[in-house]
């Protein structure tokens, strides 16, 4: 069970119809195709046995070249959404980065390191 919405919340028991409406949300909140949004969806999860409440954010990748339909400053945009997130001393980030890429290198591993430089 699961409840999708971006300013109200709509209750959905089946898992297919959350990822239609998540999707659906994307394309209303940021526009079809390739842009991001500061605007969030929420996502809650309802499960009888759950004894704690956790949070989750999914951010947006980091992106350097803006492609066709994107503003040009794609790159400040995203920096600056995550930024917003990662900046509080309560924010646990888990960095997801492509086996193929060197974690040293990664600019989101630059960035928790500003505000979290342990």
Known sequence: RGAVGST??????????????????????????????????????Y??????????????GITRNALPGQAENIHQQILDLINKYIEPSTAIVLHVIPASVDFTTSESMKLAKVFDPS
Do not use: C, H, M, Q
Not at 25 to 32: D, H, R, S
């Open 8 to 45: 109200t919340e709509k209750r959905f028991d089946d898992l297919t119809k959350i990822a239609d409406e998540v999707t659906r949300l994307t394309v209303e909140i940021a526009g079809k195709g390739v842009n991001v949004s500061a605007n969030p969806i929420y996502l809650t999860v």
């Open 47 to 60: 499960k009888r046995d759950i004894l704690y409440d956790l949070t989750l954010i999914d951010l947006p």
